[in-house]
């Protein structure tokens, strides 16, 4: 490595590791070492990691969820429905006092598995936060709110990321805010991504912390997050 002055980089989770370098004689002889402690199966190129599909070529790698999209409609039947709009921006998940009381277990399931497809959707804001352990319990309407939640990823069906090869060095970063979008409690939602050469590579949303008296104080608020 230090010869050639190539670069060779893993990726692992649990049992499940990714290796990418600049040459394939570096990454066989790394693999041959790691062989040696431990026992490790190749399975070719790279295809599918943790529910993400993979498709690369010379000028670009395209990546999408499609997989985890169809899982995730099959199971819970929502494999047929249309897509509509997610939530009604008028509605407050939590506040119906009468409504029946649901699975805690199996609202967390649904809202983890909505957060790792979808994370930087603002929908989603409102249905997590009924899913931590606060002494609030999940009612049925917002279950119900969650459950509509399926039809983001069905109007996204086979949406997905492209990166291009690139020789450039270029960062750019973009910050936005939803001013007291939160009906709830009249907060924003900060939101930020940031882009290499041109390649969108993070993004995120948050609720901020204390409400914003005017939309550019939410503004300068979220102009930071995009800076970390």
């Known amino acids: 490595q230090a010869k050639s002055r190539n670069v060779s980089i893993f990726f692992v ?4 590791i990714i290796m990418i370098g600049d040459e394939e004689e570096d990454k066989e002889s790394l693999g041959r070492h790691l062989n040696k402690e431990f026992e490790i199966m190749k399975s070719g190129r790279l295809k599918c990691f943790l ?4 498709v690369d070529s010379k ?3 395209f990546i999408s969820q499609q997989k985890c999209v169809t899982d995730l409609l099959k199971d819970t039947g929502k494999l047929a429905c249309k897509p509509t709009t997610p939530i009604d921006p008028n509605h407050k998940p939590g506040e119906e006092k009468e409504d029946e009381v649901v699975d805690r277990e199996r609202y967390q399931k649904l809202v983890g598995r909505l957060i790792y497809l979808v994370h930087a959707q603002l929908e989603h804001c409102l249905c997590c936060q009924w899913s931590q352990p606060i002494p609030t319990q999940p009612k049925e309407n917002s279950f119900t709110s969650c459950i509509s939640d399926l039809t983001i990823p069905r109007r996204h069906f086979g949406v997905g990321i492209l990166f291009e090869r690139d020789t450039g060095h270029n960062i750019e970063a973009y910050t936005n805010e939803d001013f007291a979008g939160s009906i709830v409690d009249m907060c924003s939602t900060s939101s930020y991504c ?3 050469v041109g390649n969108l590579v993070t993004w995120k949303c948050k609720k ?5 008296r005017s939309s550019v104080a939410a503004e300068c608020m979220a102009m930071p997050l995009g800076c970390m």
């Not at 989770?13 to 499940?16: G, P, S």
């Not at 529910?51 to 993979?54: A, D, N, S, Y």
């Open 13 to 16: 989770n649990i049992d499940n």
């Open 51 to 54: 529910g993400i599909e993979i």
């Open 208 to 212: 901020q912390n204390v409400v914003a």
């Open 59 to 61: 000028q670009a790698i």
């Open 194 to 196: 940031v882009l290499i």
